[in-house]
């Protein structure tokens, strides 16, 4: 919706902005006297922002509508920098944390302010040398700043608790074990430097996985990386014409914390290191800076880095044109991280669920097959392919299937739920009450699955049921109109109405509408107006016929029989109301149902 897409736009060009004014900030204090550098700060300060506004490794942000929380944090963490840097009132009263507050309720790496504050009081405003450390005067300049950060990292720790406290116990990021992770995320590091300076191979979702040992190669190579950025901060910090690219290092590898220490689901993802690219780009563009001015002469500085800056630039700007068209719709962006990142199982699945929603249901269980092969343990695989092959008519396979991917995550609310729609269907309704009373289980505020199981429930005839499941959801939604109207005795659906049936009875209303939910196979709502019909005329032989019918296609047959019975004393020749009758007859042997299905 373009309202998403105009947020997202804003969000992105509000954090260039604010990088801007920072970066003309740290830019004036770096910048060596003497031409061409005195008048140079203004316009890398632009460059900065306008190449972070159109970096290619940043698009994913732009088009990612959930990754906006990074725009927000890190819109909230340059804020507060800026207040900070400005003084007076905003410094001496702590107002400058007030936009690190703001970030950190829209992602908690917004808390990364205090350090960056300190690295910003040691590089920038004590203008500290590592040689200084050794005397005196150095040490005091360090405790100043230490001293000048602290409430910024009393203030961190507290909205970091107070944000994550928010959490339900035990909650996950869907991350495995720590060590491994970390050690992983030591080469990914290399990925996401990598994607700063050449940004191929955007996948919105990368099939990189954990690395087995420690002492794998790629580890060394992010070691090394850490090492050689540890190396050159430290020789920019040097010198005041460098810090800036110290405090943009700094800033690069601050940014990549959270990430690197918490477990998460993907070992990697291309908007991560969004907040770390802030840094990065400062430090980039003053370095590019500082080398053409000592490259080339006075005279040809300022064309040459504009020449420069406008083909980097424009490069980014196209690149995520182009980038953007793959996010255009779901099957061009799964078709390309399918491209780009073969041994992705979910990609895989997710490509094929394109194929299904728009019925090629045979292409997307070619795809959900191989995404089988891929991740074997991935439960949504086999429920989503139990779906396309019951498209196709193949019950067998779909059964089958679900039960596999529910004895994969028994504690699923999603398996649970799309079998419980599947025996729903099927004419298994008993048998589908107890999945989905397993998927309220494991996903208590599902609202959706609730109303699925309500709406069943009320088919059954079990009232006190019924009405004890509805007032649980009202618990949890008091505004909820399904749950509402059962908790009161009264029908989800609605008499058909309109000017061409405005002369028919009460009855024949309610009997149409429960014909329109059949056609619909909405067969639990059609129940509930067929009763309706009944209720006011309790002669109506179609209604009853058409009740009972409901009822056997839900599975509830031995509810079937009353309705049918009576049809069949009012009309005893009907030949519709004898074939329901005889059929519902046969699954409820001497008055039991039949099993319909073994417990999984």
């Known amino acids: 919706p373009r309202p998403y897409h105009l947020t997202q736009l804003r969000l992105v060009a509000l954090t260039a902005a604010l990088l801007g004014a920072l970066a003309l900030r740290?830019?004036?204090?770096?910048?060596?006297?003497?031409?061409?550098?005195?008048?140079?700060?203004?316009?890398?300060?632009?460059?900065?922002?306008?190449?972070?506004?159109?970096?290619?490794?940043?698009s994913e942000v732009g088009n990612y509508i959930s990754a906006r929380s990074e725009s927000i944090s890190a819109a909230g963490v340059i804020a507060a920098l800026l207040l900070y840097v400005r003084g007076g009132r905003w410094r001496r009263w702590h107002l400058y944390l007030v936009p690190m507050a703001l970030g950190a309720l829209a992602k908690t790496p917004a808390v990364l302010f205090a350090p960056l504050l300190l690295s910003w009081?040691?590089?920038?405003?004590?203008?500290?040398?590592?040689?200084?450390?050794?005397?005196?005067?150095?040490?005091?300049?360090?405790?100043?700043?230490?001293?000048?950060?602290?409430?910024?990292?009393?203030?961190a720790v507290v909205l970091y608790l107070f944000v994550e406290g928010m959490n339900p116990p035990g909650q996950t990021y869907g991350g495995g074990a720590r060590l491994p992770y970390v050690w992983t995320q030591i080469w990914v590091w290399v990925r996401y430097a990598a994607?700063?300076?050449?940004?191929?191979?955007?996948?919105?979702?990368?099939?990189?996985?954990?690395?087995r040992s420690p002492l794998d190669l790629r580890v060394l190579t992010g070691l090394t990386l850490l090492a050689l950025s540890a190396w050159a901060a430290w020789r920019a910090a040097r010198s005041r014409a460098t810090r800036p690219i110290a405090f943009g290092l700094a800033w690069f590898w601050i940014g990549l914390v959270p990430a690197t220490v918490i477990p998460l689901a993907e070992v990697t993802n291309d908007h991560r290191p969004y907040f770390a690219f802030l840094g990065l780009t400062l430090a980039a563009v003053w370095a590019a800076a500082l080398a053409i001015g000592k490259l080339v002469g006075p005279r040809s500085a300022a064309r040459a880095a504009v020449a420069i800056a406008a083909i980097v630039i424009l490069a980014h700007a196209e690149g995520t044109r182009a980038r953007n068209?793959?996010?255009?719709?779901?099957?061009?962006?799964?078709?390309?991280?399918?491209?780009?990142?073969?041994?992705?199982?979910?990609?895989?699945?997710?490509?094929?669920?394109?194929?299904m929603r728009v019925g090629r249901y045979a292409e997307a269980r070619v795809m959900f097959d191989s995404a089988a092969r891929l991740t074997p343990s991935y439960s949504l695989v086999y429920v989503n392919r139990a779906i396309a092959e019951d498209a196709q008519h193949d019950t067998a396979a779909a059964e089958s299937d679900f039960l596999r991917g529910i004895g994969l995550a028994p504690a699923d609310a999603d398996p649970h739920r799309y079998?419980?729609?599947?025996?729903?269907?099927?004419?298994?309704?008993?048998?589908?009450?107890?999945?989905?009373?397993l998927a309220v289980r494991a996903r208590p505020r599902d609202l959706d699955a609730r109303h699925e199981r309500l709406l069943l429930l009320a088919a059954s005839g079990d009232e006190p049921a019924?009405?004890?499941?509805?007032?649980?959801?009202?618990?949890?939604?008091p505004a909820d109109s399904i749950a509402g109207a059962l908790a009161a005795g009264r029908a989800t659906v609605f008499a058909a109405n309109g000017a061409a049936i405005s002369g028919l009875s009460h009855t024949r209303r309610w009997y149409l509408s429960g014909?329109?939910?059949?056609?619909?196979?909405?067969?639990?709502?059609?129940?509930?107006?067929?009763?309706?019909?009944?209720?006011?005329?309790?002669?109506?032989?179609?209604a009853l016929n058409n009740l009972g019918w409901s009822l056997g296609k839900l599975g509830f047959f031995a509810q079937a029989r009353a309705p049918l019975?009576?049809?069949?004393?009012?009309?005893?020749?009907?030949?519709?109301?004898?074939?329901?009758?005889?059929?519902?007859?046969?699954?409820?042997?001497?008055?039991?149902?039949?099993?319909?299905?073994?417990?999984?």
């Open 565 to 600: 019975e009576r049809a069949r004393a009012l009309a005893p020749t009907n030949a519709l109301v004898l074939d329901n009758l005889a059929w519902v007859a046969s699954q409820v042997p001497n008055g039991r149902t039949r099993p319909s299905v073994a417990a999984p």
């Open 515 to 542: 014909l329109a939910l059949t056609q619909a196979g909405r067969h639990a709502e059609a129940v509930q107006a067929y009763r309706e019909a009944v209720a006011a005329d309790t002669s109506n032989v179609d």
């Open 195 to 211: 994607m700063f300076f050449a940004p191929a191979g955007l996948s919105a979702d990368t099939d990189w996985t954990i690395l």
């Open 26 to 58: 740290l830019f004036e204090a770096g910048a060596p006297t003497g031409a061409p550098f005195e008048r140079w700060a203004p316009g890398a300060a632009i460059a900065a922002a306008t190449l972070f506004a159109v970096h290619l490794g940043n």
């Open 121 to 155: 009081r040691l590089l920038i405003e004590e203008q500290l040398s590592p040689d200084a450390l050794r005397t005196a005067e150095g040490r005091a300049a360090v405790r100043r700043a230490v001293l000048g950060a602290v409430p910024a990292f009393v203030a």
């Open 419 to 437: 079998y419980a729609r599947w025996l729903a269907e099927h004419g298994r309704g008993p048998a589908a009450l107890g999945q989905y009373d």
């Open 325 to 355: 068209r793959v996010w255009a719709t779901e099957a061009s962006l799964w078709a390309d991280v399918v491209r780009v990142s073969p041994a992705n199982g979910r990609g895989l699945m997710n490509y094929g669920l394109t194929a």
């Open 466 to 477: 019924t009405r004890a499941d509805a007032q649980a959801v009202l618990s949890l939604d």
